[in-house]
């Protein structure tokens, strides 16, 4: 089978995406678990984001949380960092700890969801850094306990709870 081929395939396969009837589109995203591309992210994280099928949404989160790419790392990213996608953050954030995937490089992304965001996304985000397991720069974990021990005089107390934890473990990870 030629690549040109391959790709034609996988374009109609996407087209399914677009199905008004509803079973298409979740049969869709199943042939996706198996055979979608990194390249795919942006177009499901739009279907997430303004899907009104709770089905739909279900079947795209745990998409996400079981992707083993690490290409896709820069697009989950790109998509917390994104306040189009505000009203999925949460989704998207716990989809990092979920699936398993390492990121470790963005770590000062998660210590800012933890101290800025709600409970819910902060809570999110202090399992995604608890779950980090590559070390990092002694310089880096410092900056980021720094920010999170002045955060620890204006936070709730659950979220406080949580921060401290984060203090505990940061320099576990360190060199």
Known sequence: MT????KNDHENLLKGLLSADQEK???TLEELRVSGEPSDIPVL???LHISKDKEIKVKIHSLFANLKDVQTIPLIIAAIQNERYAPELQQLVSCCWENGLDYTPYLPLFVDLLIEKDFLVAFEAYTVITNMV???DQV???VEIEKLDKALHTTTEEKKVLMLDVVDFLP???Y
């Open 25 to 27: 589109v979740i049969e």
């Open 134 to 136: 590559t070390t990092i």
């Open 140 to 142: 880096k974990i410092d």
């Open 3 to 6: 690549s040109e081929h391959t």
């Open 45 to 47: 994280l739009e279907m």
């Open 172 to 174: 576990s990870i360190g």
